[in-house]
């Protein structure tokens, strides 16, 4: 179930009671306005389903997170429609600095951790 906010039809995760889900911080990631960050974009397309954004991620036991070949089939698509759009960077930068789910200027989850690790240890 998603929940259409914001940034054209781009949609937040929803959770079994139909409010956002939360993050990793314990907030909610609909807590922070989506900027307006132009029309025309790929994620706004009425032929563009807003949940391809948001893949699901399976638990295994004993080894956390892991994609399933349908996921990162996902992924890579949702990836695919953001390396077409002019918004890339301020959109990757947004989410990184909100800590959003999903997709966004074409990363993913993992992919802004990984960046806000680097850019903590090139800080230091």
Partial sequence: MTRAIGLGRLARPAGPDG???LHRGGRSSADQPIPDFGSGLPCQDPDVDPDLFFPATVWLRGT???????????????????????????????????GELGIWGGLSEGDRGRLRKQRQGDAA
């Fill in 64 to 98: 956390g997170p892991r994609e399933t070949p349908t996921q990162a089939a996902q992924i890579s698509l949702a990836k695919a429609l953001c390396s077409r759009c002019p918004a890339i960077a301020a959109c990757g930068a947004w989410a990184i600095k909100h």
């Fill in 19 to 21: 409010e956002p889900a």
